[in-house]
Every structure is written in structure tokens, then in C-alpha cells.
């Protein structure tokens, strides 16, 4: 079946970095489209980045010019660097892939931005 999970999260200070990693089983990796999402306290989850099968990226404008997406398809991985982190960046980052139809979530990996 169909499994991701994630990876990388922790307690960082503000402009620090880390790099969260998504290790996917399944599924023909190399195929498929594979998103970032987190969510805040009380919020839903937003999109924070996607990379299609082929590396074209997008990215949600709060997050431009410092997280990058990035996939390694020989491991069967997907990455999130994230730099110049700020407070409002703590949020638990989720993988998400959609897959004949169905949304398939990691258990998700928190990330904490404080001094």
C-alpha cells in the first residue's frame, strides 16, 4: 500500500534552516506529482509546495525565495529545504500525494520556529 513519511522536523531559531524529507513506498515514485502541506494550531491545511513528476516546482507566496521542493527518484524521496525560517513557519508539514483518485498524508513532522 501506499505509504509516506516524513521526516526532519525539530526546533529551530529564527533564520535557521532545516530540510525535511518525505520517504515514499508503493508507488512508482518517479511518476507522480508530490506536494508539501502544513497546517497551524486551529487552521487547516495550506499548500506550501509541489513538484511534478517531471520538477517543475510551485510554491505558496509566503514561502518564495526560501523553501525549495525537491525529489530524488532513484530513493524514492522528496525533500523540503527550508531556509530563513520565521515564527509564523511553525506548522506541522505534511506529504501528500494524490494517487488513482485517492489523497494519501504522512503523519507529518513539526516544525517549531522560536528563539
Known amino acids: 500500500q501506499v505509504q509516506l513519511v516524513e521526516s526532519g522536523g525539530g526546533l529551530v531559531q529564527p533564520g535557521g534552516s532545516l530540510r525535511l524529507s518525505c520517504a515514499a513506498s508503493g508507488i512508482i515514485f518517479s511518476l507522480n506529482a508530490m506536494d508539501w502541506y502544513r497546517q497551524f494550531p486551529g487552521k487547516e491545511r495550506e499548500f506550501v509546495a509541489s513538484?511534478?513528476?517531471?520538477?517543475?516546482?510551485a510554491y505558496v507566496d509566503s514561502v518564495k525565495g526560501r523553501f525549495t521542493i525537491s525529489r530524488d527518484n532513484p530513493k524514492n524521496m522528496l525533500y523540503l529545504q527550508m531556509n530563513s525560517l520565521k515564527l509564523e513557519d511553525t506548522a506541522v508539514y505534511y506529504c501528500?500525494?494524490?494517487?488513482?483518485?485517492?489523497?494519501?498524508w504522512g503523519k507529518g513532522t513539526r516544525v517549531t520556529v522560536s528563539s
Open positions: 501528500y500525494l494524490s494517487f488513482r483518485g485517492m489523497p494519501y
Open positions: 513538484i511534478t513528476s517531471g520538477g517543475r516546482t
